[in-house]
Nanobody, 123 residues
Framework: QVQLVESGGGLVQAGGSLRLSCAAS????????MGWFRQAPGKEREFVAT????????YYSDSVKGRFTISRDNAKTTVYLQMNSLKPEDTAVYYC????????????????WGQGTQVTVSS
């Protein structure tokens, strides 16, 4: 397991930007693919973005493609989610997660989860 702590959530107006961070503990951070998921009130958790172990490959859900960017800094054991052009439908609790797979888009592939950080986009 890897311990994950998220930060950077908050309230932003539609069209604005936020940058989420997820700090990981442990010496094996570079052995995990990382992902971001989100869960809106009354909805199931959904995939947002993922990045491979080295950061060479990324995948995004269609709903955020072109607006969000996932990145990682293995030296800092931190993964980021840059969110631009935010929409009210992006409002959700955002979770970072770690997977032993090289890269993964399904939540069942993830072993460890952060506590979540609230992102609220007003219109």
């Amino acid at each position: 397991q890897v311990q994950l702590v998220e930060s950077g959530g908050g309230l932003v107006q539609a069209g604005g930007s936020l940058r989420l961070s997820c700090a990981a503990s442990g010496r094996t951070f570079s052995s995990y693919a990382m992902g971001w998921f989100r869960q809106a009130p009354g909805k199931e958790r959904e995939f947002v973005a993922t990045i491979s172990l080295s950061g060479s490959s990324t995948y995004y859900s269609d709903s955020v493609k072109g607006r969000f960017t996932i990145s990682r800094d293995n030296a800092k054991t931190t993964v980021y989610l840059q969110m631009n052009s935010l929409k009210p439908e992006d409002t959700a609790v955002y979770y970072c997660a770690a997977s032993r797979a090289v890269i993964a888009t399904h939540d069942l592939a993830y072993d460890s989860w952060g506590q979540g950080t609230q992102v609220t986009v007003s219109s």
